[in-house]
């Protein structure tokens, strides 16, 4: 079945350094997006991104942050100089459509990103 | 601005029983509610899926009702069983938006 893949499962940085956090999405979707969920609080809407451009995003998607489709497959979050209050889990997810059919999201297994 | 709010927080329920998980929604004008199931330290995982113009979805044990007009969604899980136990999301998409806006969650413990 296909599926939304992470990597790294874990990252530990130290604040003030930059972060790439990448996600394959399923093959034949169009629409991807980044949440996180901090510990103990509800999963955040972050960013998405469809035709090769941020297509919505939230007001803790700042400066701070970034997205990129480098090629047909990756899609990648960047941090560029992390805080502590980055610390959290980051979910990738994708869906075949965005706010019309097909709408059911697919979530990835999650970065956990610890800025110590 | 749309807020989803689930009650209980948590809930305990001996194996074998039928339990119901609430969602609810204060914006109506939703387009799909979706139902996912998280454990510890772990992704999402989509459970079911309803369109604003349907008022059930069934997937094995599980039964997702909506009620647009009440601001309200229910997970009804069926002879409960100790692998069911999970925190369990519910999140809306509006029209014109793209973002899903999640619960808090309930999680759900199955005694054996």
């Known amino acids: 079945e296909p599926e939304v893949t992470q990597t790294p499962s874990h990252q530990v940085t130290q604040m003030g350094q930059e972060v790439i956090l990448r996600c394959v999405p399923i093959?034949?979707?169009?629409?991807f997006y980044w949440y996180r969920q901090i510990l103990g609080q509800k999963v955040e809407f972050l960013v998405s991104?469809?035709?090769?451009?941020?297509?919505?995003k939230s007001e803790i998607f700042d400066d701070q942050f970034s997205v990129e489709r480098p090629d047909g497959s990756n899609f990648t979050l960047k941090i560029r100089s992390t805080k502590l209050e980055d610390s959290a889990m980051y979910f990738c997810?994708?869906?075949?459509?965005?706010?019309?059919?097909?709408?059911?999201?697919?979530f990835g297994q999650g970065t956990r990103l610890t800025v110590v | 601005k749309q807020e989803v709010t689930q009650i209980p927080a948590a809930l305990s329920v001996p194996e074998g029983e039928n339990l119901v998980l609430n969602c609810s929604f204060t914006?109506?004008?939703?387009?799909?509610l979706q139902w996912f199931r998280q454990d510890p330290g772990k992704g999402l995982t989509s459970l079911l899926l309803?369109?604003?113009?349907?008022r059930e979805q069934t997937s094995g044990r599980l039964n997702a009702s909506l009620d647009k007009s009440s601001g309200r969604s229910t997970l009804y899980i069926a002879a409960s069983q100790p692998g069911d136990s999970a925190t369990y999301l519910c999140?809306?998409?509006?029209?014109?938006?793209?973002?899903?806006?999640f619960g808090t969650g309930t999680r759900l413990t199955i005694i054996p």
């Open positions: 997810a994708s869906s075949y459509g965005g706010d019309t059919v097909n709408t059911e999201a697919f």
């Open positions: 093959s034949n979707h169009l629409y």
């Open positions: 991104f469809y035709n090769n451009e941020i297509s919505e």
């Open positions: 914006d109506s004008a939703i387009y799909n």
């Open positions: 309803i369109q604003s113009s349907q």
């Open positions: 999140a809306a998409l509006n029209f014109g938006n793209e973002k899903l806006t």
